[in-house]
């Protein structure tokens, strides 16, 4: 059975969604576009073998041509398409984040509850990454015994005048946010945000870099470093210290070159490069886990989690101070 993808938002992830759908992707197709840019749609659906175009989401999300929706837009139009899905019964990818407020994230939890199942996945496709797969797999064979610290290493070439000191919570280590809780299997019920000596190479409104601490439910410490102009290239990755030794991950480059006495090895340019494949594992195993009836992927719920953590995080940034963060009772559905 070929699932139907219909994509709301053509930007740049919409995009590259949309051609791993119908060129790299088992099982599905893009039937249906949209985005308030239509010649932009128009174009993409091109790109894409001719999907349909259509003027506006709601009516891509109602049509018999659509069995599953991806929702690539700003994050600020992601809840109204998130509920008119479930409303639809239809399933849907978010991508990251859910919603930008808890509000938003709480009516989508509510709606899914009421409607008794789950339907609605977030794009956080680190979970898909064979680094960040391997530290788990080490956790969770016991080989470095109890989780303490996770240090982990976001950097990215330069940011645009547009990025902003919140941002590097809301967008950039809203990705740490979900890997601490995923990676070490429980909530961040505190964070701090201690700002470093700045680059002289960032527009002077930008804090950079910036510095976060989060604590878990068991006392585990996650530390972000997340650098937005460290100018040479795109490197993430993370450290985590056990009780019996550590587990780490490189910044995989495709190869490495010896010769003159030097080992070279390519940085991942950009978000694009470095998790590529972790953006194909996570829309497989979605169309697949479609195919047999089933949600795969991180719930609504690991989106609030997100999402209530970068809330108290942007307050942890004006104030410097540590901030407790309390979550709403998780719903059996999500348990
Ligand atoms: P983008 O290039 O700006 O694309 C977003 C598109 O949505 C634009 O074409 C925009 O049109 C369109 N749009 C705006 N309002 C809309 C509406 N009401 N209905 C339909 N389309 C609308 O942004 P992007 O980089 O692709 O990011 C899109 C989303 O993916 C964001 O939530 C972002 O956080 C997320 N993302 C996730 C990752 C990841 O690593 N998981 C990476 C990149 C992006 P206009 O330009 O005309 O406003």
């Known amino acids: ?38 010649a932009r749609a128009q174009e993409v659906a091109t790109l894409l073998g001719g999907a349909r175009v259509f003027d506006n989401g709601l009516d891509l999300i109602a049509s018999d041509d659509v069995d599953a929706v991806l929702v690539t837009s700003i994050g600020p139009t992601h809840a109204a398409y ?8 239809k399933p849907v990818m978010v991508e990251k984040p859910l919603a930008p407020t808890v509000e938003e994230c709480e009516r989508i939890l509510a709606a899914e509850v009421a409607a008794g199942k789950r339907l ?3 794009g956080y496709m680190r979970r898909y990454d064979a680094g960040y797969k391997q530290v788990k ?23 645009g005048e547009a990025y902003t000191s919140f941002m590097t919570m809301t967008d950039s280590m809203i990705h740490e946010v979900d890997t601490t809780r995923w990676l070490l299997g429980e909530e961040i019920t505190a964070v701090q945000v201690v700002p470093p000596k700045r680059t002289p190479l960032a527009f002077p409104h930008l804090q ?13 410490l996650s530390t972000v ?22 587990s780490s991950m490189t910044n995989p480059g495709l190869s490495a070159t010896i010769a003159s006495g030097q080992l070279t090895e390519r940085v991942p340019a ?66």
Request: charged share 15%.
């Open 208 to 220: 950079d870099p910036q510095f976060a601490i989060f604590t878990t439910e068991t006392g585990i």
């Open 225 to 246: 470093e997340f650098f937005a102009n460290c100018q040479y290239g795109y490197d993430v990755r993370c450290e985590l210290v056990g009780s019996l030794g550590t």
């Open 120 to 122: 609605v996945i977030v």
């Open 137 to 159: 797999g080490a956790l969770e064979a016991g080989t470095i015994g109890d989780a303490l610290v996770l240090h982990n290493v976001h950097r990215n070439a330069t940011v």
């Open 270 to 335: 950009d978000w694009r490069e470095r998790f590529g494949a972790a953006y194909t594992a996570e829309l497989q195993a979605w169309i697949t886990g479609l195919q047999h009836g089933q949600i795969v992927g991180p719930s609504a719920w690991e989106g609030y989690a997100a999402t209530k953590v970068v809330e108290v995080g942007v307050e942890a940034v004006k104030t410097g101070a540590r901030m407790e963060i309390a979550y709403v009772e998780k719903p059996a559905l999500y348990r």
């Open 82 to 89: 998130a509920l008119a899905c479930i409303a639809a019964g």
């Open 1 to 38: 059975m070929t699932i139907r993808v219909g994509i709301i938002g053509t930007g740049l992830i919409g995009e590259d969604h949309g051609r791993k759908l119908v060129n790299v992707i088992n099982g599905s197709a893009v039937s249906a576009v949209t985005d308030v840019n239509i």
